[in-house]
C-alpha cells in the first residue's frame, strides 16, 4: 500500500453576523497509519479549530487556530499540539488569482519530541490574453504523511491556445521524488497538442412525436 490508511471524522458549526465575515467552530478525529513495513508514522489527532473567513473588496482573508491531543502509537506517547493557518487571495479581475498562505504545527506525529514545521507557500494564476494562461506554484516542504508521491517545490506552467485550437504548454518544476526527503528532480517540458476530432461513439437520431388522441 502506497498511500496511508486514514479515517477522518469532523463535526462543525458555521456562525456569519456580517455578509462578508464568518466564523466556524469544529471537532475533528483525524487517524492514520502508515502502511509500509517500516512506519515512519501511526497516530490519532482529536482537537478543536477556531476559524474567521472575512472578504474585504477584491482580498479574502483565512485564519485558523487548532489545539488537541496526539496519540503516537509508534512511541506509545501522548502530547498536546497546535496548530495554525493564514491565508490570503487576491483577485483584481475573474481572470487573475494571487494567494499566499502560511502554516505552522507543533506536535507528535513522527518523533519522540513535538516538532516545530513551518509550511509557506504562494500561487499564482493568471490570464494574460483571450488565449494565454500563466500559472504558478511555490511550496517550500511537505508532511511525511506525502512521501508516497511527487511532491512540486516549484512549478510553472505557461499555456497558449492558437487560432486553429492547437496548443502550446512550457512547464518547469522542481520536485522531491516519491519515497524520498531528500532526492530531487528539476525538469522542464515543451507539449503541443493537436485536436484530432476522431468520433468515440455513434449517436442515434433522436426526434419527439406530438399529437393527440380524440375519442
Do not use: C
Not at 511537505?142 to 506552467?157: A, C, G, H, T, V
Not at 499555456?159 to 496548443?167: I, K, M, Q, S
Amino acid at each position: 500500500y502506497a498511500a496511508p490508511y486514514v479515517k477522518y471524522k469532523q463535526a462543525g458549526l458555521y456562525y456569519s453576523p456580517f455578509r462578508n465575515t464568518s466564523f466556524t467552530f469544529d471537532w475533528i478525529d483525524n487517524f492514520r497509519q502508515d502502511r509500509f513495513n517500516a512506519p515512519k508514522f501511526h497516530y490519532k489527532e482529536v482537537s478543536y479549530r477556531l476559524g474567521i473567513h472575512q472578504f474585504i473588496r477584491q482580498f479574502n482573508f483565512q485564519f485558523t487556530a487548532e489545539i488537541g491531543e496526539t496519540d503516537n502509537f509508534l512511541l506509545k506517547q501522548k502530547r498536546t499540539m497546535n496548530r495554525y493557518t493564514a491565508s490570503m487571495i487576491f483577485r483584481p479581475t475573474k481572470f487573475q488569482s494571487y494567494r499566499g498562505y502560511l502554516y505552522y504545527s507543533d506536535n507528535l506525529q513522527y518523533y519522540g519530541e513535538n516538532v516545530k514545521r513551518i509550511t509557506a507557500g504562494v500561487n499564482i494564476d493568471v490570464k494574460i490574453a483571450e488565449r494565454t494562461s500563466f500559472y504558478m506554484n511555490y511550496q517550500n516542504n511537505y508532511s511525511p504523511e506525502e512521501l508516497y508521491r511527487d511532491r512540486n517545490l516549484f512549478e510553472m506552467r505557461l499555456h497558449h491556445t492558437l487560432p486553429n485550437n492547437h496548443r502550446i504548454m512550457a512547464r518547469a518544476r522542481y520536485s522531491l521524488l516519491r519515497f524520498s526527503t531528500e532526492r530531487k528532480e528539476t525538469a522542464a517540458l515543451l507539449e503541443y497538442s493537436v485536436p484530432i476530432g476522431i468520433p468515440v461513439a455513434h449517436k442515434k437520431n433522436t426526434g419527439i412525436v406530438k399529437g393527440h388522441v380524440y375519442n
